[in-house]
Nanobody
Framework: QVQLVESGGGLVQAGGSLRLSCAASGRSTFSAYNVAWFRQAPGKEREFVAGIRWSAGNQYYADSVKGRFTISRDNAKNTVYLQMNSLKPEDTAVYYC???????????????????WGQGTQVTVSS
């Protein structure tokens, strides 16, 4: 199995930026996975934020973050990043990194399709 560890969350003022990291370790790597960031605010369901098809590098974004967030990867470090700019209070949530080990060639936005999850990192945006 693969273990995922997120970092980089914190408290930021509206309009500010944060960069989240998700490092993978263990038996598997990201090389054959689709990798995504989800977020979950209190009392709400887990929501797709951004995803990347690891080998191809194709990027996908929720409409709510398009143009503000950027997902990227570092093959050598087996790490995926989420650069978050122009943050809004509604971005406040726990952010999770997830990996889908299936061999589908499309990106799923459903958390049910993802096999491995990190512990989450809190992002709080103040107004």
């Amino acid at each position: 199995q693969v273990q995922l560890v997120e970092s980089g969350g914190g408290l930021v003022q509206a309009g500010g930026s944060l960069r989240l990291s998700c490092a993978a370790s263990g038996r598997s790597t990201f090389s054959a996975y689709n990798v995504a960031w989800f977020r979950q605010a209190p009392g709400k369901e887990r929501e797709f934020v951004a995803g990347i098809r690891w080998s191809a590098g194709n990027q996908y974004y929720a409409d709510s973050v398009k143009g503000r967030f950027t997902i990227s990867r570092d093959n050598a470090k087996n790490t995926v990043y989420l650069q978050m700019n122009s943050l809004k209070p509604e971005d406040t949530a726990v952010y999770y990194c997830a990996a889908d080990l299936s061999k589908r060639n499309w990106m799923s936005v459903s958390p049910n399709e993802y096999d491995y999850w990190g512990q989450g990192t809190q992002v709080t945006v103040s107004s």
